[in-house]
């Protein structure tokens, strides 16, 4: 990089140029607030992993929020979401856009957007128990309306897409899981 003032240089320094980095994939887009989610980032080119050192999670204001991340493979790296993203007054939903970031302060956004949903505590749920095969249908009702069209529920360590059938009632399925008690979240 050199600046010029007419055919006198006024300062240069040498930087690096690369290749053009892009984010190809980043698995899953949604989680539930509260819970921390494991997210996976897919590159379109291979890096040696010093790079990238963080997840950014918002829109490089003062309100992203950055884990760490850790390399996976060449071109792939997982980070957790933020446990507790701050929802306005009145929403269920927030989406952020999500990226790797080498620093805090500069993101590479992947222009991908990772959704977290608030979701009510639970007041009921039925049947209190099931077989450790899986497939055990729990009926969930919540304390105040819930608007999301798609939903997780988390069994112990075990993630299942859930059933929204009105604003306060959610279906889940369990999965198979060893024998012993486990929260519903």
Request: with cysteine; hydrophobic share 35%.
């Amino acid at each position: 990089l050199s600046i010029y003032f007419g055919t006198a240089v006024l300062f240069e320094t040498k930087i690096l140029v690369r290749g053009a980095f892009q984010i190809m994939k980043v698995s899953p887009l949604t989680g539930i607030n509260g819970i921390a989610t494991t997210v996976t980032f897919m590159v379109n080119q291979i890096n040696r992993g010093s790079e990238y050192s963080k997840c950014c999670f918002g829109n490089g204001h003062s309100t992203t929020q950055f884990t760490p991340a850790a390399l996976l493979s060449n071109s792939e790296w997982s980070c957790s979401s933020p446990r507790n993203f701050i929802f306005p007054m009145g929403t269920t939903k927030l989406s952020l856009p999500i990226g790797l970031a080498k620093s805090e302060g500069f993101c590479e956004y992947s222009g991908m957007e990772f959704t977290s949903f608030y979701l009510p505590p639970s007041i009921h749920s039925y049947p209190s128990s099931g077989l450790f095969v899986g497939g055990t249908v729990v009926n969930i009702t919540l304390s105040s309306d819930f608007n999301a069209n798609i939903i997780y529920c988390r069994f112990g360590n075990q993630i299942s897409t859930g059933q929204v059938l009105s604003p306060t009632n959610i279906l889940c399925i369990t999965k198979q899981s060893p024998v012993g008690t486990v929260n519903i979240e």
